[in-house]
Protein backbone atom coordinates (compact mmCIF):
# COMPACT_ATOMS: atom_id res chain seq x y z
CA UNK A 1 0.00 0.00 0.00
CA UNK A 2 1.38 3.56 -1.02
CA UNK A 3 1.93 6.33 1.40
CA UNK A 4 0.79 9.88 0.46
CA UNK A 5 4.45 10.31 -0.43
CA UNK A 6 4.56 7.38 -2.19
CA UNK A 7 1.17 8.38 -4.12
CA UNK A 8 2.56 11.74 -5.35
CA UNK A 9 5.77 10.46 -6.51
CA UNK A 10 3.91 8.13 -8.84
CA UNK A 11 0.64 10.86 -9.70
CA UNK A 12 2.07 13.91 -9.49
CA UNK A 13 -1.18 16.17 -9.44
CA UNK A 14 -0.61 19.00 -11.80
CA UNK A 15 -0.33 22.18 -10.59
CA UNK A 16 -0.22 25.66 -11.92
CA UNK A 17 1.35 28.72 -9.78
CA UNK A 18 -0.53 31.56 -11.06
CA UNK A 19 0.49 35.03 -10.44
CA UNK A 20 -1.58 38.03 -11.32
CA UNK A 21 0.58 41.25 -12.23
CA UNK A 22 -0.43 44.74 -12.39
CA UNK A 23 2.99 46.87 -12.78
CA UNK A 24 4.71 44.55 -10.62
CA UNK A 25 7.65 44.23 -12.53
CA UNK A 26 10.00 45.17 -9.30
CA UNK A 27 8.35 42.35 -7.30
CA UNK A 28 8.56 39.82 -10.27
CA UNK A 29 12.54 40.68 -10.70
CA UNK A 30 12.58 40.44 -6.94
CA UNK A 31 10.56 37.23 -6.43
CA UNK A 32 9.93 35.12 -9.52
CA UNK A 33 13.35 32.93 -8.53
CA UNK A 34 12.45 31.91 -5.52
CA UNK A 35 9.09 30.12 -7.40
CA UNK A 36 11.25 29.08 -10.00
CA UNK A 37 13.34 27.29 -7.60
CA UNK A 38 10.45 25.16 -6.41
CA UNK A 39 11.39 21.54 -5.78
CA UNK A 40 7.91 19.73 -6.84
CA UNK A 41 8.13 17.86 -9.63
CA UNK A 42 5.11 18.69 -11.59
CA UNK A 43 4.53 22.32 -11.76
CA UNK A 44 4.34 25.09 -14.02
CA UNK A 45 4.14 29.26 -13.65
CA UNK A 46 2.03 31.69 -15.35
CA UNK A 47 1.74 35.51 -14.81
CA UNK A 48 -1.75 36.73 -15.62
CA UNK A 49 -0.83 40.70 -16.58
CA UNK A 50 -3.76 42.89 -15.58
CA UNK A 51 -2.75 45.71 -18.53
CA UNK A 52 0.38 46.62 -16.88
CA UNK A 53 1.57 49.90 -18.52
CA UNK A 54 5.14 48.83 -16.85
CA UNK A 55 7.83 46.72 -18.63
CA UNK A 56 6.34 43.93 -16.85
CA UNK A 57 5.69 41.60 -19.97
CA UNK A 58 9.17 42.68 -21.55
CA UNK A 59 11.15 41.37 -18.83
CA UNK A 60 9.70 37.91 -18.47
CA UNK A 61 9.20 37.36 -21.85
CA UNK A 62 13.40 38.38 -21.86
CA UNK A 63 14.44 36.24 -18.59
CA UNK A 64 11.94 33.95 -18.30
CA UNK A 65 10.65 32.26 -21.47
CA UNK A 66 9.68 29.19 -20.02
CA UNK A 67 6.72 31.43 -17.85
CA UNK A 68 3.33 31.81 -19.75
CA UNK A 69 1.67 35.08 -20.16
CA UNK A 70 -1.60 35.69 -20.07
CA UNK A 71 -2.44 39.42 -21.23
CA UNK A 72 -5.93 41.36 -20.23
CA UNK A 73 -7.16 44.24 -22.16
CA UNK A 74 -7.66 45.94 -18.67
CA UNK A 75 -6.67 45.62 -15.28
CA UNK A 76 -9.94 43.77 -13.67
CA UNK A 77 -9.06 43.35 -10.22
CA UNK A 78 -8.30 40.28 -8.12
CA UNK A 79 -11.64 38.75 -8.85
CA UNK A 80 -12.21 38.91 -12.36
CA UNK A 81 -8.26 39.12 -13.24
CA UNK A 82 -8.29 35.23 -11.58
CA UNK A 83 -11.34 34.37 -12.88
CA UNK A 84 -10.92 35.23 -16.53
CA UNK A 85 -6.98 34.10 -16.22
CA UNK A 86 -8.20 30.50 -14.80
CA UNK A 87 -10.77 29.59 -17.32
CA UNK A 88 -7.30 29.26 -19.63
CA UNK A 89 -5.42 27.24 -17.00
CA UNK A 90 -6.15 23.55 -16.74
CA UNK A 91 -4.62 21.78 -13.46
CA UNK A 92 -5.55 19.74 -10.89
CA UNK A 93 -4.42 22.42 -8.44
CA UNK A 94 -4.20 26.27 -8.57
CA UNK A 95 -2.01 28.14 -6.46
CA UNK A 96 -2.66 31.95 -7.04
CA UNK A 97 0.55 33.26 -5.66
CA UNK A 98 1.41 37.53 -5.21
CA UNK A 99 3.99 38.87 -6.83
CA UNK A 100 5.76 40.20 -3.63
CA UNK A 101 5.85 36.47 -2.03
CA UNK A 102 9.02 34.89 -1.39
CA UNK A 103 8.31 30.72 -1.13
CA UNK A 104 10.78 28.04 0.33
CA UNK A 105 11.67 25.14 -1.97
CA UNK A 106 9.75 22.65 -0.80
CA UNK A 107 5.96 24.57 0.14
CA UNK A 108 4.26 22.78 -2.54
CA UNK A 109 4.51 19.51 -1.42
CA UNK A 110 2.90 19.33 2.19
CA UNK A 111 0.12 20.94 1.11
CA UNK A 112 -0.92 18.81 -1.93
CA UNK A 113 -0.33 15.85 0.09
CA UNK A 114 -3.26 17.42 2.48
CA UNK A 115 -5.30 17.84 -0.27
CA UNK A 116 -4.88 14.77 -2.00
CA UNK A 117 -5.37 12.80 1.39
CA UNK A 118 -9.50 13.87 0.81
CA UNK A 119 -10.88 15.54 -1.65
CA UNK A 120 -13.17 17.38 0.48
CA UNK A 121 -10.04 19.55 1.01
CA UNK A 122 -11.00 22.42 -1.26
CA UNK A 123 -8.59 25.15 -0.57
CA UNK A 124 -5.23 25.48 1.89
CA UNK A 125 -3.01 27.98 2.77
CA UNK A 126 0.51 28.02 3.97
CA UNK A 127 2.16 29.52 7.10
CA UNK A 128 2.81 33.57 6.15
CA UNK A 129 5.13 35.64 7.66
CA UNK A 130 6.31 39.21 7.09
CA UNK A 131 8.86 39.16 4.18
CA UNK A 132 10.70 42.23 5.86
CA UNK A 133 10.33 40.70 9.73
CA UNK A 134 10.50 36.64 9.18
CA UNK A 135 9.98 36.12 12.98
CA UNK A 136 6.43 38.15 12.59
CA UNK A 137 3.32 36.28 11.32
CA UNK A 138 2.42 38.86 8.06
CA UNK A 139 -0.72 40.25 8.24
CA UNK A 140 -2.63 38.77 5.29
CA UNK A 141 -3.44 35.62 6.14
CA UNK A 142 -1.09 34.61 8.49
CA UNK A 143 -1.40 30.95 9.96
CA UNK A 144 -5.05 30.46 8.41
CA UNK A 145 -8.05 32.92 8.41
CA UNK A 146 -11.13 32.96 10.54
CA UNK A 147 -14.62 34.55 10.78
CA UNK A 148 -16.45 36.04 14.34
CA UNK A 149 -20.09 35.47 14.61
CA UNK A 150 -20.08 39.20 13.03
CA UNK A 151 -18.70 38.35 9.90
CA UNK A 152 -14.99 40.15 11.25
CA UNK A 153 -12.06 38.89 10.06
CA UNK A 154 -9.14 37.77 12.03
CA UNK A 155 -6.42 34.88 11.57
CA UNK A 156 -3.98 32.78 13.36
CA UNK A 157 -1.26 35.38 14.25
CA UNK A 158 -3.07 38.65 13.55
CA UNK A 159 -6.14 40.17 15.08
CA UNK A 160 -6.83 43.69 13.73
CA UNK A 161 -3.49 45.31 13.17
CA UNK A 162 -1.61 42.93 15.73
CA UNK A 163 0.80 40.76 14.16
CA UNK A 164 2.28 38.09 16.68
CA UNK A 165 5.80 36.81 16.18
CA UNK A 166 5.90 33.08 15.15
CA UNK A 167 7.12 30.58 17.61
CA UNK A 168 5.46 27.98 16.49
CA UNK A 169 2.47 28.42 19.03
CA UNK A 170 0.49 27.34 15.33
CA UNK A 171 2.61 25.08 14.13
CA UNK A 172 -0.29 22.41 13.46
CA UNK A 173 -2.55 21.28 10.69
CA UNK A 174 -5.45 22.71 11.97
CA UNK A 175 -9.48 23.24 10.01
CA UNK A 176 -10.06 27.19 8.98
CA UNK A 177 -12.27 29.47 7.45
CA UNK A 178 -10.51 30.92 5.14
CA UNK A 179 -7.21 30.88 3.46
CA UNK A 180 -5.25 33.79 2.39
CA UNK A 181 -5.65 35.00 -1.40
CA UNK A 182 -1.80 36.40 -1.19
CA UNK A 183 -1.22 31.98 -1.26
CA UNK A 184 -4.06 30.63 -2.26
CA UNK A 185 -4.07 26.51 -2.73
CA UNK A 186 -7.05 25.57 -4.69
CA UNK A 187 -8.74 22.70 -6.28
CA UNK A 188 -9.65 23.18 -9.49
CA UNK A 189 -12.69 21.28 -10.40
CA UNK A 190 -13.95 23.17 -6.96
CA UNK A 191 -12.88 27.11 -7.97
CA UNK A 192 -15.03 26.15 -11.30
CA UNK A 193 -18.01 24.58 -9.53
CA UNK A 194 -18.25 27.75 -7.37
CA UNK A 195 -18.15 29.74 -10.05
CA UNK A 196 -14.66 31.06 -9.48
CA UNK A 197 -14.86 34.75 -7.49
CA UNK A 198 -17.66 36.87 -7.04
CA UNK A 199 -16.25 40.32 -9.57
CA UNK A 200 -18.77 42.48 -7.66
CA UNK A 201 -15.97 42.96 -4.99
CA UNK A 202 -12.98 43.61 -7.68
CA UNK A 203 -10.50 42.60 -4.50
CA UNK A 204 -10.31 42.38 -0.96
CA UNK A 205 -12.33 39.37 0.78
CA UNK A 206 -13.45 37.64 -2.36
CA UNK A 207 -11.34 34.90 -1.11
CA UNK A 208 -12.99 34.40 1.89
CA UNK A 209 -16.74 34.73 0.21
CA UNK A 210 -15.20 31.59 -1.69
CA UNK A 211 -14.25 29.99 1.11
CA UNK A 212 -17.55 30.44 2.46
CA UNK A 213 -19.21 29.31 -0.17
CA UNK A 214 -17.14 26.63 -0.83
CA UNK A 215 -17.89 25.48 3.10
CA UNK A 216 -21.75 25.95 2.72
CA UNK A 217 -21.26 23.22 -0.47
CA UNK A 218 -19.58 20.88 2.06
CA UNK A 219 -15.90 21.49 1.37
CA UNK A 220 -13.30 21.79 4.02
CA UNK A 221 -10.28 24.72 4.52
CA UNK A 222 -6.77 23.49 6.22
CA UNK A 223 -3.56 25.88 6.99
CA UNK A 224 -0.53 24.01 6.47
CA UNK A 225 1.66 25.14 8.75
CA UNK A 226 5.25 23.00 7.63
CA UNK A 227 4.62 24.90 4.20
CA UNK A 228 5.93 28.36 5.08
CA UNK A 229 5.95 31.85 2.34
CA UNK A 230 7.22 35.40 3.05
CA UNK A 231 5.33 38.28 2.00
CA UNK A 232 5.69 42.03 1.95
CA UNK A 233 1.98 42.73 1.63
CA UNK A 234 0.41 45.99 0.97
CA UNK A 235 2.26 45.71 -2.63
CA UNK A 236 -0.89 47.18 -4.79
CA UNK A 237 -2.84 48.88 -2.30
CA UNK A 238 -0.83 49.57 0.91
CA UNK A 239 -2.06 49.40 4.42
CA UNK A 240 -4.94 52.86 4.90
CA UNK A 241 -5.32 53.23 1.42
CA UNK A 242 -8.39 54.82 0.83
CA UNK A 243 -9.76 52.28 -1.69
CA UNK A 244 -8.74 49.78 0.23
CA UNK A 245 -10.54 50.39 2.97
CA UNK A 246 -13.09 51.25 1.00
CA UNK A 247 -13.57 47.91 -0.35
CA UNK A 248 -12.77 46.05 3.00
CA UNK A 249 -15.68 47.79 4.24
CA UNK A 250 -18.36 47.69 1.37
CA UNK A 251 -17.58 43.76 0.57
CA UNK A 252 -17.40 42.29 4.05
CA UNK A 253 -21.00 43.73 3.86
CA UNK A 254 -21.86 42.00 0.70
CA UNK A 255 -20.01 39.02 1.86
CA UNK A 256 -22.51 38.67 4.96
CA UNK A 257 -25.53 39.24 3.22
CA UNK A 258 -24.73 36.76 0.48
CA UNK A 259 -24.23 34.04 3.13
CA UNK A 260 -26.34 34.50 6.12
CA UNK A 261 -29.71 32.80 6.62
CA UNK A 262 -32.51 35.46 6.20
CA UNK A 263 -32.97 35.54 9.69
CA UNK A 264 -29.36 36.00 10.93
CA UNK A 265 -29.47 39.07 8.37
CA UNK A 266 -32.15 40.79 9.38
CA UNK A 267 -30.08 41.26 12.80
CA UNK A 268 -26.64 41.25 12.18
CA UNK A 269 -26.75 43.52 8.71
CA UNK A 270 -28.19 46.66 11.15
CA UNK A 271 -25.48 45.49 13.99
CA UNK A 272 -22.72 45.82 11.81
CA UNK A 273 -24.07 48.84 10.06
CA UNK A 274 -24.12 50.60 13.70
CA UNK A 275 -20.68 49.23 14.20
CA UNK A 276 -18.62 51.02 10.96
CA UNK A 277 -20.62 53.94 11.79
CA UNK A 278 -18.44 53.88 15.00
CA UNK A 279 -15.75 53.38 13.51
CA UNK A 280 -16.39 55.76 11.20
CA UNK A 281 -16.72 58.43 13.86
CA UNK A 282 -14.08 57.31 15.87
CA UNK A 283 -11.89 58.35 12.91
CA UNK A 284 -13.23 61.14 12.33
CA UNK A 285 -12.40 62.38 15.79
CA UNK A 286 -9.53 61.32 15.36
CA UNK A 287 -8.76 63.58 12.36
CA UNK A 288 -8.74 61.15 9.99
CA UNK A 289 -11.36 62.21 7.42
CA UNK A 290 -9.88 59.91 4.63
CA UNK A 291 -11.86 56.89 6.59
CA UNK A 292 -14.97 58.98 7.33
CA UNK A 293 -15.58 58.93 3.82
CA UNK A 294 -14.38 56.09 3.34
CA UNK A 295 -16.33 54.19 5.19
CA UNK A 296 -19.35 56.23 4.27
CA UNK A 297 -18.78 55.43 0.84
CA UNK A 298 -18.82 51.84 1.36
CA UNK A 299 -21.65 51.92 2.73
CA UNK A 300 -23.99 53.69 -0.20
CA UNK A 301 -22.70 51.33 -2.76
CA UNK A 302 -23.63 48.61 -0.52
CA UNK A 303 -26.98 49.96 0.03
CA UNK A 304 -27.05 50.22 -3.99
CA UNK A 305 -25.93 47.02 -4.19
CA UNK A 306 -28.91 45.43 -2.19
CA UNK A 307 -31.67 47.79 -4.29
CA UNK A 308 -29.99 47.01 -7.82
CA UNK A 309 -29.77 43.33 -7.04
CA UNK A 310 -26.04 42.57 -7.90
CA UNK A 311 -26.35 39.42 -5.31
CA UNK A 312 -23.13 37.91 -7.38
CA UNK A 313 -23.14 34.23 -8.34
CA UNK A 314 -25.57 31.54 -7.46
CA UNK A 315 -25.11 30.25 -4.30
CA UNK A 316 -24.37 26.57 -3.63
CA UNK A 317 -26.93 24.78 -1.40
CA UNK A 318 -26.39 24.76 2.29
CA UNK A 319 -25.17 21.35 2.73
CA UNK A 320 -24.07 21.84 6.81
CA UNK A 321 -25.84 23.21 9.48
CA UNK A 322 -23.10 25.10 10.73
CA UNK A 323 -19.66 25.73 9.97
CA UNK A 324 -17.23 24.64 12.96
CA UNK A 325 -14.79 27.34 12.08
CA UNK A 326 -16.94 30.41 12.82
CA UNK A 327 -15.93 32.11 15.98
CA UNK A 328 -19.62 32.09 17.79
CA UNK A 329 -18.66 35.98 20.02
CA UNK A 330 -17.39 38.84 18.57
CA UNK A 331 -13.20 39.47 17.99
CA UNK A 332 -14.20 43.42 18.45
CA UNK A 333 -15.32 42.96 21.89
CA UNK A 334 -12.31 40.93 22.63
CA UNK A 335 -9.93 42.98 21.10
CA UNK A 336 -10.88 46.98 21.73
CA UNK A 337 -12.98 46.16 25.23
CA UNK A 338 -11.22 42.64 26.63
CA UNK A 339 -7.69 44.15 25.16
CA UNK A 340 -6.94 40.37 23.95
CA UNK A 341 -4.55 40.89 21.21
CA UNK A 342 -3.30 37.28 20.29
CA UNK A 343 -5.33 34.17 18.76
CA UNK A 344 -4.54 32.01 21.59
CA UNK A 345 -5.99 34.08 24.28
CA UNK A 346 -9.01 34.59 22.32
CA UNK A 347 -10.28 31.35 20.65
CA UNK A 348 -10.08 28.03 22.66
CA UNK A 349 -8.23 25.84 20.22
CA UNK A 350 -7.14 22.39 20.20
CA UNK A 351 -3.86 21.12 18.16
Given amino acids: MYSIKDKLLIISPSVAIVILNWNGRSFLEKFLPFTTASTYNNYSIIVADNASDDDSVDFITKNYPGIKI ?14 SSLMQVSADYYVLLNS ?14 LMESDEKIAACQP ?44 DSIAKIFWASGAALFVRGTVFHEMNGFDEYFFAHQEEIDLCWRMQRAGYTIYAV ?47 RIMMDIVAAYRALIGGDFSTFISI ?11 FIGKRGKKLPKMK ?22 TFSEIVPFKK
Fill in 70 to 83: LLSRANQGFSKGYN
Fill in 100 to 113: DVAVTKNWIEPVIA
Fill in 127 to 170: KILSFNNRSQFEYAGACGGFLDKMGYPFTRGRIFDTCENDTGQY
Fill in 225 to 271: PSSVVYHVGGGTLPMGDRKKIYLNFRNNLVMLSKNSTFSESLWKIPV
Fill in 296 to 306: ASAHLDYAGWI
Fill in 320 to 341: TKSIATVYDGSIAWQYFIKKKK
